[in-house]
């Protein structure tokens, strides 16, 4: 598996991605993709704005948005969405959608996949999402391990491996 830039252009977050070997399209791509041809197309469109404008850039990975913890990975959209007071709430109350990701820093976060979570219980008992909250998770280890070793370095808004490759092998 590979860590590959998904977008650098907000001027707060550089957004990475998974992408397995062989693959055509990046775990992120796969998961909008997916669920933009489901129901909750309203749901799919506000988490997109959610990244781009509020995360990527007016706030930063600030910790409000990911407080949906997932042992080592977090899922967007947030549980309880307080946005900052001169901002308009974007609602996602009940909504089923699933974006697992790994908040590195302020600037620098990492999306998974995800799907739709239907399932009072857990992430890991639902059928729609258990695989990529398992693959979210471990991708999470392998890197907050990496970067503890040395092995991925952190300068602002990038994540590189000790090369100064930005695609990195997970």
């Not at 995360?55 to 309880?80: D, M, W």
């Amino acid at each position: 598996m590979f860590v590959e830039v998904f977008s650098e252009e907000g001027s707060k977050v550089t957004f990475y991605t998974i992408r397995k070997e062989g693959a055509e399209f990046s775990e992120t791509e796969i998961f909008f993709r997916k669920v933009y041809e489901s129901d909750y197309k309203e749901d799919v469109q506000k988490l997109a704005h959610l990244l781009s404008n509020q995360i990527a850039n007016k706030y930063g990975a600030h910790e409000k948005y990911f407080n949906r913890h997932e042992r080592l990975a977090t899922a967007l959209p947030p549980k309880k969405y307080n946005p900052f007071k001169k901002e308009k709430a974007i609602s996602f109350a009940h909504s089923p959608l699933r974006l697992y990701t790994l908040k590195v820093s302020e600037s620098v976060v990492v999306l998974f996949n995800g799907g739709l979570k239907f399932t009072k219980g857990s992430a890991q008992e639902d059928s729609n999402v258990s695989i990529h909250f398992h693959e979210a998770n471990e991708c999470s280890r392998k890197i907050l391990e990496a970067i503890k070793e040395g092995m991925i370095c952190l300068s602002h808004k990038t994540m590189v491996d000790f090369q100064g490759n930005k695609t990195i092998i997970i």
